[in-house]
């Protein structure tokens, strides 16, 4: 039993080195043009090689090369940069939609009385100086003799500590109902006006909200530079949507009678500086003259 079994594994290897030729002949001159000698092992033997050196040359390819972009679902290196950029740029856009959310809040507790304008700047100052990680602020050595140098040549500097003030057009002329005073709770200039006159806005800015409330009726904001908030309340319609970018003398809105506070049509006109309520009178002609 034991000689069998040893004669069949003899016999399959002997199969598989068994040495064979193969022979190229010209079919019509029957001339020898090329010849192998060769077994079943050696061409197991280099197939799989031949299979092996194909699947590491597949992999490198894909891996290292352009080509795997042409690949069904592979994303691209343009499409991969675009998608970080487009992150980067979501990630800025909500740090900024959250900012523009809290200002907005802010302002509005301001206006409804809910916390004073002094309250709002504690807690900007306090939010801001726990924001700060009082480890990374330890000036270095190098640090310390640059800013020494600096000091010592702006020591001598003279300098020009005026700011460019923003101008600004009234909203609307006209009588003036009631003035600013701030002691009555009054933040603003009470203009009486027609029905439907033009509301113009005061400078070039941005409109910060547009919105109905009970008391102010159809309100809008607008965000100026240099910190400028200017309020328009108690108008018939409003002309501009939340975001949008307008022009000193553009209209954006139409005077009216809305709102529990109001009386009679008129615009209720606000100014905010730093998040404080301004005399508009001190900057632009309100009354007709």
Same mark, same amino acid.
């Given at each position: 039993m034991a000689k069998q079994e040893a004669r069949k594994k003899r016999s399959l290897f002997k199969k598989l080195t068994d040495t064979y030729r193969l022979l190229i002949i010209d079919e019509d001159t029957f001339e020898h043009k090329l010849d192998f000698s060769l077994s079943r092992l050696n061409v197991f033997a280099v197939t799989g090689f031949l299979a092996l050196l194909l699947?590491?040359?597949?992999?490198?390819?894909?891996?290292?090369?352009?080509?795997?972009?042409?690949? =069904?679902?592979?994303?691209? /290196?343009? &499409? #991969? $940069?675009? !998608?970080?950029?487009? %992150?980067? *740029?979501?990630?800025?856009?909500? @740090?900024?939609?959250?900012?523009?959310?809290?200002?907005?809040?802010?302002?509005?507790?301001?206006?409804?009385?809910?916390?004073?304008?002094?309250?709002?700047?504690?807690?900007?100052?306090?939010?801001?100086?726990?924001?700060?990680?009082?480890?990374?602020?330890? =000036?270095?050595?190098?640090? /310390?003799? &640059? #800013? $020494?140098? !600096?000091?010592?040549? %702006?020591? *001598?500097?003279?300098?020009?500590? @005026?700011?460019?003030?923003?101008s600004f057009l009234p909203p609307v002329r006209g009588p003036i109902s009631r003035r600013f005073d701030p002691s009555a709770g009054h933040l603003g200039v009470d203009i009486v006006l027609p029905q439907n006159t033009p509301v113009k806005a005061v400078a070039q800015g941005r409109v910060l909200f547009t919105g109905w409330t009970p008391d102010n009726g159809n309100v809008i904001v607008l965000i100026h530079p240099q910190n400028f908030v200017s309020v328009y309340k108690h108008n018939r319609k409003l002309l501009k949507q939340t975001g949008q970018k307008?022009?000193?003398?553009?209209?954006?809105?139409?005077?009216?009678?809305?709102?529990?506070?109001?009386?009679?049509?008129?615009?209720?006109?606000?100014?905010?500086?730093n998040n404080r309520p301004v005399n508009p009178e001190l900057y632009m002609q309100l009354a007709k003259p």
């Open positions: 699947i590491v040359g597949t992999v490198f390819l894909i891996a290292y090369t352009p080509l795997r972009e042409y690949i =069904p679902g592979y994303p691209s /290196s343009e &499409l #991969r $940069k675009k !998608v970080y950029q487009l %992150e980067l *740029f979501k990630d800025s856009l909500r @740090r900024e939609v959250q900012m523009r959310d809290r200002y907005i809040e802010a302002l509005r507790k301001v206006m409804t009385g809910e916390i004073t304008p002094e309250e709002i700047s504690r807690k900007a100052l306090s939010d801001s100086i726990a924001a700060v990680d009082t480890a990374a602020l330890k =000036p270095s050595r190098e640090d /310390s003799l &640059l #800013r $020494k140098e !600096v000091e010592r040549k %702006e020591a *001598f500097r003279v300098t020009d500590n @005026r700011q460019t003030e923003i307008v022009e000193a003398g553009e209209v954006i809105a139409r005077a009216g009678n809305t709102g529990e506070n109001s009386t009679g049509p008129h615009l209720h006109f606000e100014l905010w500086h």
